[in-house]
């Protein structure tokens, strides 16, 4: 059974950082696009970064500049670093990892608050 664990969330202050992980358990095959999405409230769930077997990546124009999404295929981990946070950046974060199914983990909340 596959799991995706989620981790690094919390309350911050604008202007601060943090640094989100998911990593994935079991047999999810071979790995190739990794991404985090976020959903704040009353709105979509939307794609912040993604980042590919080659190594390239894409942002959200929102957030690009100040996040840093990265992966470490031999723990199955993918990671997003967020630095410069806003208030607009309050959101449950999610990860999506594209193995032998599309998996998703279960969330993260980063707040963004003075």
């Known amino acids: 059974q596959v799991q995706l664990v989620e981790s690094g969330g919390g309350l911050v202050q604008p202007g601060g950082s943090l640094n989100l992980s998911c990593a994935a358990s079991?047999?999810?095959?071979?790995?190739?696009?990794m991404a985090w999405y976020r959903q704040a409230p009353e709105k979509q769930r939307e794609l912040v970064a993604r980042?590919?077997?080659?190594?390239?990546?894409n942002y959200a124009d929102s957030v690009k500049g100040r996040f840093t999404i990265s992966r470490d295929n031999a723990k199955k981990t993918v990671y997003l670093q967020m630095n410069s946070l806003k208030p607009e950046d309050t959101a449950v974060y999610y990860c999506?990892?594209?193995?032998?199914?599309?998996?998703w983990g279960q969330g993260t909340q980063v707040t963004v608050s003075s």
């Open positions: 999506r990892i594209w193995g032998l199914q599309d998996y």
């Open positions: 079991g047999s999810i095959g071979s790995i190739n696009a």
């Open positions: 980042i590919f077997s080659s190594g390239s990546a």
